[in-house]
């Protein structure tokens, strides 16, 4: 990689988040029985005309203006003509040459610092149906038939379009994350990967570093996840570069991006180019935003994560690190907030989240709202600590406990009597047992080897199953031993 | 006294409203005469006297409960097969649509019933409205009741010949470069293309839809803007539909037209008009002066490039249009090798020449590379032609001209040269590609067949068109019926 530098465009395709579809009034909602969520309009009956879903627009302008995209006071939809049987019309309506908004940026806070990122354009389009192959593999060939689901056929989505302005794997990576957080907040979309509601597509070339110049492009399909994106380009520019430096040329393509065998494989592509015979949609009238409607979209712009990540440095005065970490998506962050709310110090819930929480949401595979407890859970483990009632080590116990079965910790305190010892005359008692019964130890401390309290702490944790207050321990052992 | 098949519907609806006859009467005289002469002319594609019968019984309840059944209720209907009917096929004349029955009514379909629509049966037409003669059916030719052995006009042939023939009373059609007013007028009947939007193109199963409007076809004006108010008006589900009211256009056929100033584009009568046409609709315009009208010649320069723009934007939205008839679905499928060689298949079978050759040209002109060269331009010239008529009108009340440069041609007599087809749309297709409401009325024969005189308005303004067109009407007094004959 040494003398090389990439240059990255991402395409991101996003579900947007409405009732109804982009055209009719048919569920918009995911999954379902194959083909219950259709109508004439979705299903491209003969006859049947769109009619724009007025919420679309809005949550795509609400991304638009996030992004601060000039809007277009005049915007069009346009026919891409392209046969597909997962497409009932045999042609997508979508945005060609005067999207919805163009000419934006993002801005990227990382541990390395900050960069910006031209947005290219914002479009709305239609999504497809789905295909499903009957064969063993699941894919076309040697497929002895193939079914239709058109339930998603007509959902509207929102396309964006960077400029080629990302240098490395993990810009485009935490590009992802900041605009799949952006459209979190904004309630725009649910930005499932897996569910296919959140799509990313990456068109990567080298060139040599400090060079204007533009090397040929790939383009890789089916990263379905952010961790696949940063090794698809990861892979990919090693490739490039490897090519180019053993005096290959880099073949303009469309790559697929094969995470189980960690690679980039060719697409088979026909010989030809598409040619999508792009016209206005004589179905639709062009889309002009008034100025009142816009206005009113822009006041109600939620608050944005970078929004968001300065407020939580400032009022809860947590370090920059956390505050990143919390806002990088908008369920961390409302989960964080609820904590605090619930009266947790800021700093102990914010530990508590990006430690043991995020480690066993990474552990398990899951998302937060997929968790068997809510914030009042964590809240009120933490306030078992804070008031001493456990200690930070059982607390660690009873965190496992409690997202494994959604209890409550104060319940689970309960049940296996797990409360913390800081009654003294009970201490002192036990205390003097691990004394008696420890001579050796005794002597090294009294001798000087101060560090043989540690032992006798750990003894007495033993005795009290870890139930013993640490602070007391230490302190009534010190006056015993020093007496 | 007339056959009631062969009156006007307004006339049945006073009758029917005075209880002199009743829905079933009208009815059956209709099928009657259908039985007689559809061998003859092949005016349907389905026949739906079944559910004729239904709405006319329904009809006679609501009379004898003393209530008014509605506007189209007890006059037989033909629709053109193009708009959906909801549980009665629809098949636009395809082999790919022959067994296609829909799941819904399109919005006029859906007004119409409200009103008590007597539908008798789907017109023929050429396939997907694509033709001027109605030869391009799967379902074989209707003949003009003029003269069997003539076209009766396209794309809306089947249903302007069943109104001549007697097998329906009135008829809607679509009108896509005339699909509506060429055939009324190759039929001696009235025939109107309304303004761009005025009547929901929701269940009109697209040719090109940035040029199609459902229309009537009738036995006189009057009749015309009977059916025209109960289908007009702002429908949701058509975001191109205008929110604009609709006139009681009726009420106010009869006003006065003296002072009023019709001008001819010269582009229309000169070159290319047959003269047998022109004598008689120069004839027409000399009544128009009888009238108080002025009449001035006027140059429309852009009219010249209309046909061309015409065969570029028309075919183009149409192979995008069409793209939906791929046997995954509905319609024909023709099994083949893998999804490609079905489409491919389904598609040959499906579909007849004059639509494939549309989609061809259609396919070409939206091409890299060349869509700057067509498909830009034309739109362009589209935009000169709107301006053109936006200046006429600035001078004139309305634009007056031919219908066809021609009286009906004999079948075949074009099918294999389909620019001398194109040709007979030449005045009536710049009307659409300015989006304009125009009429055509039956002003005299040539030939002893009908000649067709048209009647364009400003947008919007189809009052004014029915006015002018109800004058000349009254004042032709056009008498002649088909005689049902070979020429």
């Given at each position: 990689?040494?003398?090389?530098?990439?240059?990255?465009?991402?395409?991101?395709?996003?579900?947007?988040?409405?009732?109804?579809?982009?055209?009719?009034?048919?569920?918009?909602?995911?999954?379902?029985?194959?083909?219950?969520?259709?109508?004439?309009?979705?299903?491209?009956?003969?006859?049947?005309?769109?009619?724009?879903?007025?919420?679309?627009?809005?949550?795509?302008?609400?991304?638009?203006?996030?992004?601060?995209?000039?809007?277009?006071?005049?915007?069009?939809?346009?026919?891409?003509?392209?046969?597909?049987?997962?497409?009932?019309?045999?042609?997508?309506?979508?945005?060609?040459?005067?999207?919805?908004?163009?000419?934006?940026?993002?801005?990227?806070?990382?541990?390395?610092?900050?960069?910006?990122?031209?947005?290219?354009?914002?479009?709305?389009?239609?999504?497809?149906?789905?295909?499903?192959?009957?064969?063993?593999?699941?894919?076309?060939?040697?497929?002895?038939?193939?079914?239709?689901?058109?339930?998603?056929?007509?959902?509207?989505?929102?396309?964006?379009?960077?400029?080629?302005?990302?240098?490395?794997?993990?810009?485009?990576?935490?590009?992802?994350?900041?605009?799949?957080?952006?459209?979190?907040?904004?309630?725009?979309?649910?930005?499932?990967?897996?569910?296919?509601?959140?799509?990313?597509?990456?068109?990567?070339?080298?060139?040599?570093?400090?060079?204007?110049?533009?090397?040929?492009?790939?383009?890789?399909?089916?990263?379905?996840?952010?961790?696949?994106?940063?090794?698809?380009?990861?892979?990919?520019?090693?490739?490039?570069?490897?090519?180019?430096?053993?005096?290959?040329?880099?073949?303009?393509?469309?790559?697929?991006?094969?995470?189980?065998?960690?690679?980039?494989?060719?697409?088979?592509?026909?010989?030809?180019?598409?040619?999508?015979?792009?016209?206005?949609?004589?179905?639709?009238?062009?889309?002009?935003?008034?100025?009142?409607?816009?206005?009113?979209?822009?006041?109600?712009?939620?608050?944005?994560?970078?929004?968001?990540?300065?407020?939580?440095?400032?009022?809860?005065?947590?370090?920059?690190?956390?505050?990143?970490?919390?806002?990088?998506?908008?369920?961390?962050?409302?989960?964080?907030?609820?904590?605090?709310?619930?009266?947790?110090p800021?700093k102990a819930?914010?530990n508590?989240?990006?430690?043991?929480?995020?480690?066993?949401?990474?552990?398990?595979?899951?998302?937060?709202?997929?968790?068997?407890?809510?914030?009042?859970?964590?809240?009120?483990l933490i306030s078992l600590i804070e008031k001493g009632t456990i200690s930070g080590k059982i607390a660690k116990d009873i965190f496992q406990e409690?997202?494994?079965?959604?209890?409550?910790p104060s319940?689970i305190v309960e049940k296996r009597g797990l409360t913390q010892i800081s009654d003294q005359a009970e201490l002192e008692g036990i205390v003097r047992e691990v004394l008696e019964a420890n001579p050796g130890p005794v002597e090294d401390y009294r001798r000087g080897k101060t560090q043989a309290i540690g032992f006798l702490v750990g003894q007495v944790m033993k005795q009290t199953r870890g139930r013993a207050n640490p602070g007391l321990v230490n302190e009534l052992l010190r006056k015993m031993l020093d007496a | 006294?007339?056959?009631?098949?062969?009156?006007?519907?307004?006339?049945?609806?006073?009758?029917?409203?005075?209880?002199?006859?009743?829905?079933?009467?009208?009815?059956?005289?209709?099928?009657?005469?259908?039985?007689?002469?559809?061998?003859?002319?092949?005016?349907?594609?389905?026949?739906?006297?079944?559910?004729?019968?239904?709405?006319?019984?329904?009809?006679?309840?609501?009379?004898?409960?003393?209530?008014?059944?509605?506007?189209?209720?007890?006059?037989?209907?033909?629709?053109?097969?193009?708009?959906?009917?909801?549980?009665?096929?629809?098949?636009?004349?395809?082999?790919?649509?022959?067994?296609?029955?829909?799941?819904?009514?399109?919005?006029?379909?859906?007004?119409?019933?409200?009103?008590?629509?007597?539908?008798?049966?789907?017109?023929?037409?050429?396939?997907?409205?694509?033709?001027?003669?109605?030869?391009?059916?799967?379902?074989?030719?209707?003949?003009?009741?003029?003269?069997?052995?003539?076209?009766?006009?396209?794309?809306?042939?089947?249903?302007?010949?069943?109104?001549?023939?007697?097998?329906?009373?009135?008829?809607?059609?679509?009108?896509?470069?005339?699909?509506?007013?060429?055939?009324?007028?190759?039929?001696?009947?009235?025939?109107?293309?309304?303004?761009?939007?005025?009547?929901?193109?929701?269940?009109?199963?697209?040719?090109?839809?940035?040029?199609?409007?459902?229309?009537?076809?009738?036995?006189?004006?009057?009749?015309?803007?009977?059916?025209?108010?109960?289908?007009?008006?702002?429908?949701?589900?058509?975001?191109?539909?205008?929110?604009?009211?609709?006139?009681?256009?009726?009420?106010?056929?009869?006003?006065?037209?003296?002072?009023?100033?019709?001008?001819?584009?010269?582009?229309?009568?000169?070159?290319?008009?047959?003269?047998?046409?022109?004598?008689?609709?120069?004839?027409?315009?000399?009544?128009?002066?009888?009238?108080?009208?002025?009449?001035?010649?006027?140059?429309?320069?852009?009219?010249?490039?209309?046909?061309?723009?015409?065969?570029?934007?028309?075919?183009?939205?149409?192979?995008?249009?069409?793209?939906?008839?791929?046997?995954?679905?509905?319609?024909?499928?023709?099994?083949?090798?893998?999804?490609?060689?079905?489409?491919?298949?389904?598609?040959?079978?499906?579909?007849?020449?004059?639509?494939?050759?549309?989609?061809?040209?259609?396919?070409?002109?939206?091409?890299?590379?060349?869509?700057?060269?067509?498909?830009?331009?034309?739109?362009?010239?589209?935009?000169?032609?709107?301006?053109?008529?936006?200046?006429?009108?600035?001078?004139?009340?309305?634009?007056?001209?031919?219908?066809?440069?021609?009286?009906?041609?004999?079948?075949?007599?074009?099918?294999?040269?389909?620019?001398?087809?194109?040709?007979?749309?030449?005045?009536?297709?710049?009307?659409?590609?300015?989006?304009?409401?125009?009429?055509?009325?039956?002003?005299?024969?040539?030939?002893?067949?009908?000649?067709?005189?048209?009647?364009?308005?400003?947008?919007?303004?189809?009052?004014?068109?029915?006015?002018?067109?109800?004058?000349?009407?009254?004042?032709?007094?056009?008498?002649?019926?088909?005689?049902?004959?070979?020429?």
């Amino acid at each position: 990689m040494n003398g090389w530098e990439a240059v990255i465009g991402l395409e991101i395709h996003a579900e947007l988040k409405t009732a109804s579809k982009m055209f009719c009034s048919c569920d918009a909602s995911f999954g379902g029985e194959p083909n219950t969520k259709v109508c004439p309009v979705c299903l491209g009956l003969p006859g049947v005309l769109p009619v724009l879903n007025e919420k679309a627009v809005e949550l795509a302008l609400r991304l638009a203006l996030a992004l601060n995209c000039r809007i277009l006071p005049r915007a069009l939809f346009h026919r891409k003509n392209y046969f597909y049987p997962d497409m009932p019309k045999n042609y997508q309506i979508s945005q060609y040459d005067q999207p919805l908004g163009v000419e934006g940026f993002l801005e990227v806070e990382t541990e390395e610092g900050t960069f910006r990122v031209g947005i290219h354009r914002v479009h709305m389009e239609e999504d497809t149906g789905k295909t499903i192959h009957k064969s063993e593999s699941g894919r076309i060939h040697g497929s002895e038939y193939s079914l239709e689901d058109f339930n998603r056929a007509g959902v509207p989505l929102l396309e964006i379009v960077t400029e080629p302005d990302i240098r490395t794997p993990e810009q485009a990576k935490a590009f992802l994350q900041e605009l799949k957080s952006i459209m979190e907040h904004l309630e725009v979309s649910d930005c499932r990967m897996e569910e296919g509601s959140l799509r990313c597509d990456a068109n990567v070339s080298v060139r040599p570093a400090g060079s204007d110049s533009m090397g040929v492009k790939t383009e890789i399909k089916n990263m379905n996840s952010f961790r696949a994106l940063q090794r698809a380009l990861e892979y990919e520019i090693e490739r490039q570069v490897r090519l180019l430096e053993s005096g290959g040329e880099v073949v303009q393509e469309t790559r697929h991006w094969d995470a189980d065998a960690n690679m980039t494989t060719p697409l088979r592509t026909k010989e030809y180019a598409y040619d999508y015979r792009y016209f206005q949609e004589p179905d639709l009238v062009p889309l002009e935003l008034d100025r009142v409607f816009m206005e009113r979209v822009r006041a109600s712009l939620p608050e944005l994560p970078s929004q968001r990540r300065r407020r939580f440095r400032e009022e809860y005065g947590l370090p920059a690190h956390d505050a990143r970490v919390l806002t990088s998506s908008k369920a961390m962050g409302d989960f964080f907030e609820e904590v605090v709310r619930l009266g947790a110090p800021p700093k102990a819930a914010s530990n508590w989240m990006m430690g043991e929480l995020s480690a066993y949401l990474n552990a398990q595979d899951l998302e937060l709202g997929q968790l068997a407890i809510g914030p009042s859970h964590l809240a009120e483990l933490i306030s078992l600590i804070e008031k001493g009632t456990i200690s930070g080590k059982i607390a660690k116990d009873i965190f496992q406990e409690m997202v494994d079965k959604g209890e409550m910790p104060s319940a689970i305190v309960e049940k296996r009597g797990l409360t913390q010892i800081s009654d003294q005359a009970e201490l002192e008692g036990i205390v003097r047992e691990v004394l008696e019964a420890n001579p050796g130890p005794v002597e090294d401390y009294r001798r000087g080897k101060t560090q043989a309290i540690g032992f006798l702490v750990g003894q007495v944790m033993k005795q009290t199953r870890g139930r013993a207050n640490p602070g007391l321990v230490n302190e009534l052992l010190r006056k015993m031993l020093d007496a | 006294m007339e056959p009631l098949y062969l009156s006007e519907a307004w006339r049945i609806r006073e009758l029917l409203l005075r209880r002199e006859v009743t829905p079933r009467e009208v009815l059956e005289a209709v099928r009657e005469r259908a039985q007689a002469v559809e061998p003859l002319v092949n005016a349907y594609i389905t026949e739906t006297w079944e559910l004729a019968e239904e709405a006319a019984e329904e009809a006679e309840r609501a009379l004898a409960r003393g209530e008014d059944p509605g506007p189209a209720a007890g006059i037989p209907m033909a629709v053109k097969d193009i708009l959906c009917t909801r549980g009665v096929r629809t098949t636009c004349a395809s082999r790919i649509l022959e067994n296609y029955v829909p799941v819904y009514d399109s919005t006029v379909i859906e007004r119409l019933k409200a009103a008590g629509l007597t539908m008798v049966g789907k017109a023929n037409m050429d396939e997907f409205a694509m033709g001027s003669s109605t030869e391009n059916s799967h379902f074989g030719p209707t003949r003009n009741p003029w003269d069997l052995d003539r076209v009766p006009g396209g794309s809306s042939g089947g249903s302007a010949a069943a109104v001549a023939a007697g097998e329906a009373l009135w008829a809607l059609g679509s009108d896509t470069g005339g699909s509506i007013r060429q055939p009324a007028s190759f039929c001696g009947l009235v025939g109107m293309k309304p303004t761009y939007g005025r009547v929901s193109r929701y269940g009109l199963v697209a040719f090109a839809s940035s040029l199609d409007q459902v229309g009537p076809i009738t036995r006189c004006v009057r009749d015309c803007a009977l059916l025209l108010r109960l289908i007009c008006g702002h429908d949701p589900r058509d975001s191109t539909s205008l929110p604009e009211e609709v006139p009681d256009f009726p009420a106010l056929l009869e006003g006065e037209v003296r002072g009023m100033r019709a001008g001819v584009p010269v582009e229309l009568m000169g070159e290319g008009i047959d003269p047998g046409v022109r004598r008689v609709v120069e004839g027409s315009l000399r009544l128009l002066e009888d009238l108080g009208m002025s009449v001035e010649e006027l140059s429309l320069p852009h009219l010249e490039y209309a046909l061309d723009a015409y065969y570029i934007i028309a075919p183009a939205e149409a192979s995008s249009n069409l793209a939906r008839y791929d046997g995954v679905r509905y319609g024909l499928r023709v099994e083949g090798e893998d999804v490609l060689d079905m489409y491919s298949r389904t598609r040959a079978v499906g579909f007849g020449d004059e639509v494939k050759r549309r989609i061809m040209l259609g396919t070409y002109a939206l091409s890299a590379g060349y869509y700057e060269a067509y498909y830009a331009q034309a739109q362009k010239v589209r935009t000169l032609i709107i301006g053109d008529f936006r200046r006429a009108f600035e001078r004139c009340d309305v634009l007056v001209s031919p219908t066809s440069p021609t009286v009906a041609f004999r079948l075949g007599e074009r099918l294999e040269d389909p620019l001398a087809m194109y040709m007979s749309d030449i005045c009536t297709i710049p009307v659409n590609l300015a989006g304009l409401p125009a009429i055509s009325i039956p002003c005299g024969l040539d030939q002893g067949l009908p000649v067709g005189f048209q009647v364009i308005g400003k947008l919007l303004d189809e009052a004014t068109v029915l006015k002018v067109a109800y004058a000349l009407e009254q004042a032709l007094d056009f008498r002649e019926r088909p005689g049902l004959a070979r020429g």
